[in-house]
C-alpha cells in the first residue's frame, strides 16, 4: 500500500492511496507531539571497601534521557530515596559512580523508556474538520493524546465537502483519554472500510485552520535595489551551520546592506546560513534583569523585502524569523540564480511566533532531498541584500581597558589631524566640489583641536554626511589621525608594534563604540572595533596579526585612524589623550610696542624661496621687501 500527501495551504490538505490487501492500512497524520523508545541503562558494582564504599559501573544505552541512582535498605517499595537525579544517558558511555560510606543497602537505576518531544494540546472544544473523499466510504479517525490513549471515530465520506464534529467526550471515550494533552489526529484508509484507492475519486480533501505551513514566495521583478527593507536595531550579523550533519558557513559583508555567505552543505539533510540579531550582546539577565534579550517589533509591518543572489547554482532558500521564545517560522524563496531578485514577502505568513518580539531574521540554504527545499550546487555563495546591518561582525575586538603607561611618541613627534569622506563617490583622489567653492569632502569634522603635545580633540556631526545604504554608498562618518613622519625610505620613523604595545586614552561621545584603522606604511590596513566608549586601551601585535591581513606589517605603523561611523550617532566628540605629538601652538597678538620687539643677536641675513611638501616644482611665489634694518614685509602667490 502507499499514501501520497500535498499540504495546500494553511488550511487544507488532501491524500490519496493504494491498499492491495485486508491487512494494510495507511494514514496521515497531524502531529503535535510525539514519543520515543529508549534503551535500559545497565548497573554492576565493581568495587566496595569500608573507606571508600560501593563504586558502581553505569553503561548508558545509545540512545536515552535520563535516570536516577535510587537506594534503600530494606527493599520496601516506599522507601528508595534518590541520590542523584537526572543523570544523563549519555549513548554507549561506561562511567562509575561512587555511593557515601553507609548511604545504603540496595540501589537501582530509575529510569524512563517513552519520551515525549512536542507539546500535546488541548481540545476541550472539540474538533470539527471539513472532509471530501469517496461517496459511500468510511474514514477512520482517530484523535490519541500523550499517552497513546485513542479516541476512535469513523466519518461517512459523501463525494462532496463535509463537516465533521467530534466532541471528544461519551462512554466510548477511554476512562483515561486526556482531552487536554492531546499528541496527535491520524486519519486512517484500509481496504475494508475505504476500498483499494488509487483513482481521482478516492483523494481525501481535509480542511482544517492553523496547521503549520511554509508558504512560497517567488522573486518580483518589479522591485529593485532601492525597494529592499532598511530595519533599525540589528547589533549582530553572522553566519551558523549544522554541526550534525557537518556542514560550514562562512560570513562576508561588504557593506551595511550587502553581506554574503560561503557554504558547505554537502552532506545530506545539513544546512547553512545567516543570521541578522536584534539582541545586543553587552545585555545579559545579570546586567539588564529586566530586559536581557533586545527584540524588533513587526506586528505593525507589512512586510520584508531582500535581494538574493547564487554565485553558480540555483534553487530555493528559506527565509527564517525566531522569536523571544526561540520559536521560529519560515518560508521558501524560489528561483534564486546568478542574477539578483529582489522578494517582497509578506509577514502575515509568519503567523507561528510573536511578531512583536523578533530576535533574529535568518537566510538559510538546506540540503534537502526534496528539490523544491534546496540548492543545485551543495558548496556555493549566496549574496544576501536588504539592511542596516552592523558593519563590523568580524573584525578583531577591543573590549576591555588597561592600566598600562601611555605610549610616548616623543622620539618620533606624529602629527594629529582629521579626515572626512569625499564630497562624491570615488575611489581615488578627491576632486574638488564646484557647488562649494572648491571642497573636497563633506563637513563631517567640524573642529580640530590640539592644544599641547599630549592629545587632540574633533567634533563631528554625521548629518554632513551621505549614505545610500540600497547603492552600498556610506560616507557618514568622521575620523581624527595620528600620522607618524617615516616613509618607506625612513623606517626609523615609523612607530614598531612589533616592538611595544601601541597605548592610547579614547574618549567617545554620541555613539555606542569607535573604530581604529592601523595603516603601515604601503597601505596595508587593519581594522579594530572598540566595544568602549571611554577608557585606555592596548593596540598590541597579537591583535593586529589576528587580523589575517595578508602582508600586513606591525613594525611600520604609517597611521592611526579613529573613525565614528555609527549609524544611529548623528553629533558627539572624539578625544584622543597621549604623549610626543607633534604640536605648533598659535600665538595670540597683543598691542603694538616696539620697545618690546627682540633685537636680533648676529646681524642676520633675509632671505625668500618657494617650496613643495612633496618635492615637486613649487606653482607660486613670493616677493620680499627689506625695508630697514628693523622692518620687512612681503607678498605670496600660492597656485
Known amino acids: 500500500g502507499s499514501i501520497t500527501q500535498v499540504q495546500d495551504s ?65 527493599l520496601t517499595v516506599g522507601n528508595w530515596k534518590t541520590a542523584v537525579a537526572n543523570v544523563s544517558m549519555a549513548g554507549n558511555k561506561t562511567e562509575t559512580w561512587k555511593a557515601p560510606v553507609g548511604q545504603g543497602k540496595y540501589y537501582r537505576l530509575a529510569y524512563q523508556t517513552q519520551h515525549t518531544f ?11 474538520l471539513a472532509v471530501s473523499g469517496p461517496a459511500g466510504k468510511k474514514l477512520k479517525v482517530e484523535v490519541i493524546d500523550e499517552n497513546g490513549n485513542k479516541a476512535l471515530y469513523y466519518l461517512n465520506l459523501t463525494g462532496t465537502t463535509q463537516n465533521y464534529s467530534m466532541s471528544l467526550v461519551g462512554d466510548h471515550i477511554p476512562t483515561n483519554f486526556n482531552i487536554k494533552k492531546i499528541a496527535m489526529v491520524n486519519f486512517v484508509a484500509d481496504q475494508a472500510q475505504m476500498g483499494a484507492g488509487g483513482t481521482s475519486a478516492d483523494i481525501v480533501s481535509i480542511e482544517i485552520k492553523d496547521l503549520h505551513y511554509v ?103 528559506f527565509l527564517e524569523l525566531t522569536d ?57 555563495t549566496l549574496e544576501i541584500r536588504f539592511g542596516n546591518q552592523p558593519l563590523y561582525p568580524n573584525l578583531p575586538e577591543i573590549k576591555t581597558t588597561t592600566t598600562a603607561d601611555l605610549t610616548n611618541f616623543s622620539a618620533l613627534r606624529p602629527a594629529a589631524g582629521d579626515i572626512e569622506p569625499c564630497w562624491t563617490a570615488t575611489t581615488g583622489t578627491c576632486p574638488n566640489n564646484p557647488a562649494v567653492g572648491g571642497s573636497k569632502t563633506l563637513n563631517t569634522v567640524t573642529a580640530l583641536s590640539q592644544t599641547s603635545t599630549s592629545g587632540f580633540e574633533l567634533s563631528y556631526d554625521l548629518r554632513n554626511g551621505f549614505t545610500n545604504e540600497a547603492g552600498g554608498d556610506y560616507r557618514r562618518w568622521a575620523a581624527g589621525a595620528i600620522t607618524f613622519p617615516g616613509k618607506t625610505t625612513d623606517l626609523a620613523g615609523l612607530f614598531n608594534a612589533s616592538a611595544q604595545d601601541l597605548v592610547l586614552e579614547v574618549n567617545v561621545t554620541g555613539q555606542s563604540y ?13 581594522t579594530l572595533i572598540v566595544r568602549l566608549t571611554a577608557g585606555r586601551i592596548a593596540i598590541t601585535k597579537s591583535l593586529l596579526d589576528s587580523a589575517n591581513v595578508d602582508g600586513f606589517r606591525t613594525d611600520q605603523i604609517k597611521t592611526v585612524v579613529f573613525v565614528a561611523d555609527d549609524p544611529y550617532a548623528t553629533t558627539g566628540k572624539i578625544t584622543v589623550s597621549t604623549l610626543g605629538l607633534s604640536y605648533i601652538p598659535v600665538v595670540p597678538g597683543a598691542l603694538h610696542n616696539t620697545a618690546l620687539v627682540t633685537s636680533l643677536p648676529g646681524y642676520p641675513s633675509l632671505a625668500s624661496s618657494a617650496g613643495t611638501v612633496s618635492g615637486a616644482l613649487p606653482n607660486g611665489s613670493i616677493t620680499q621687501v627689506q625695508d630697514s634694518a628693523t622692518a620687512f614685509h612681503f607678498n605670496y602667490t600660492i597656485g
Open 514 to 526: 569607535y573604530k581604529i584603522d592601523v595603516v603601515d606604511v604601503n597601505e596595508k590596513k587593519v
Open 118 to 128: 512536542g507539546t500535546p494540546v488541548d481540545l476541550t472544544g472539540g474538533l470539527t
Open 10 to 74: 494553511a488550511t487544507a490538505f488532501h491524500f490519496n492511496y493504494t491498499i492491495g490487501n485486508d491487512d494494510t492500512f495507511v494514514y496521515s497524520q497531524i502531529g503535535w507531539s510525539r514519543s520515543a523508545t529508549f534503551g535500559v541503562p545497565a548497573i554492576s558494582l565493581t568495587k566496595y571497601d569500608p573507606v571508600n564504599g560501593s563504586i558502581f559501573t553505569i553503561k548508558s544505552p545509545a540512545a536515552g534521557a535520563y535516570f536516577d541512582i535510587q537506594y534503600c535498605n530494606d
Open 324 to 380: 523571544i521564545d526561540g520559536k521560529s517560522d519560515s518560508v521558501i524563496l524560489t528561483g534564486v540564480g546568478a542574477t539578483e531578485k529582489f522578494y517582497k514577502v509578506l509577514l502575515s505568513n509568519f503567523k507561528e511566533i510573536k511578531m512583536g518580539q523578533i530576535v533574529s531574521i535568518n537566510v538559510v540554504v538546506k540540503n534537502s532531498a526534496k528539490t523544491s527545499e534546496t540548492v543545485t550546487d551543495k558548496t556555493d
Open 215 to 317: 508558504d512560497v514566495v517567488p522573486a518580483n521583478p518589479a522591485l529593485a535595489v532601492g525597494d529592499i527593507s532598511i530595519l533599525p536595531g540589528i547589533w549582530q550579523n553572522g553566519a551558523f551551520a549544522s554541526s550534525l550533519p557537518g556542514a560550514t558557513g562562512k560570513l562576508n559583508q561588504k557593506s551595511v546592506t550587502e553581506f554574503s555567505i560561503n557554504f558547505d552543505i554537502t552532506a545530506g539533510d545539513s544546512y547553512a546560513g545567516t543570521f541578522s540579531s536584534f539582541d545586543n550582546p553587552k545585555t545579559t539577565p545579570i546586567t539588564n534583569p529586566a530586559n536581557p534579550i533586545e527584540t524588533i517589533d513587526l506586528s505593525a509591518q507589512t512586510d520584508l523585502v531582500l535581494g538574493l543572489k547564487l554565485l553558480s547554482g540555483t534553487g530555493n532558500v
